[in-house]
Nanobody
Framework: QVQLVESGGGLVQAGGSLRLSCAAS????????MGWYRQAPGKQRELVAV???????NHADSVEGRFTISRDNAKNTVYLQMNSLKPEDTAVYYC?????????WGQGTQVTVSS
């Protein structure tokens, strides 16, 4: 089992910044992918950014150039630096880890961007 604990969400004005963190604990394979998805009210959950333990990244087009994913493998922690936030970035942000055939999700953290 793997547990994910997210932090860093909140309310920010458009153009502002937030940094999300997610710490994983439990039995974690060294070869894994960690990342972030988000879900806005009435919409499907969508990819924001993911990063492999080897350093490969993938960012959604909608956040490219504004959001940056990073991770500390020694701490099993993934971060999401969010700059130039827009009202359309408002959503619940979920941390995820994939290793082997298993996928785990965090409880989600709310990000609200006011115009």
């Amino acid at each position: 089992q793997v547990q994910l604990v997210e932090s860093g969400g909140g309310l920010v004005q458009a153009g502002g910044s937030l940094r999300l963190s997610c710490a994983a604990s439990g039995t974690i394979f060294s070869d894994n992918v960690m990342g972030w998805y988000r879900q806005a009210p009435g919409k499907q959950r969508e990819l924001v950014a993911v990063m492999s333990s080897g350093g490969s990244t993938n960012h959604a087009d909608s956040v490219e150039g504004r959001f940056t994913i990073s991770r500390d493998n020694a701490k099993n922690t993934v971060y999401l630096q969010m700059n130039s936030l827009k009202p359309e970035d408002t959503a619940v942000y979920y941390c995820t880890i994939v290793h082997g055939i298993d996928v785990y999700w965090g409880q989600g953290t709310q990000v609200t961007v006011s115009s």
